[in-house]
């Protein structure tokens, strides 16, 4: 059974930094592709960095470019979302979300997803 278990999360003052962890089980990992989204309530879910499933390219939204970095711990079976210069927009519920190797598919589309954990940027 594919598990993502994300953790973290928690209360941050605006400037400051958090590594979010995405930890795998039930899947050959290093061969995945990761992605970090996030979610604030009456909103959609929004994707903040991905790595295609299909050829490896990044994506990273406008809002994290510069701020936050993805990588992986392929020993480890963790991906991480490293955030730095954190602002109260950040302030959501961040999901990891991974994928097989697949061709021709769309940066963001992944198969799997964790249950999320709460980010709170207070300023």
């Known amino acids: 059974e594919v598990q993502l278990v994300e953790s973290g999360g928690g209360l941050v003052q605006a400037g400051g930094s958090l590594r979010l962890s995405c930890a795998a089980s039930?899947?050959?990992?290093?061969?995945?592709?990761i992605g970090w989204f996030r979610q604030v309530p009456g909103k959609e879910r929004e994707a903040i960095l991905c790595?295609?499933?299909?050829?490896?390219?990044?994506y990273y939204a406008d809002s994290v470019k510069g701020r936050f970095t993805i990588s992986k711990d392929n020993a480890k079976n963790t991906a991480y979302l490293q955030m730095n210069s954190l602002k109260p927009e950040d302030t959501a519920v961040y999901y990891c979300?991974?994928?097989?190797?697949?061709?021709?598919?769309?940066?963001?589309?992944?198969?799997?997803w964790g249950q999320g954990t709460q980010v709170t940027v207070s300023s």
């Open positions: 790595i295609s499933s299909s050829d490896g390219s990044t």
């Open positions: 979300a991974a994928a097989p190797p697949t061709y021709l598919r769309a940066i963001c589309d992944y198969d799997y």
């Open positions: 039930g899947f050959y990992f290093e061969d995945f592709a």
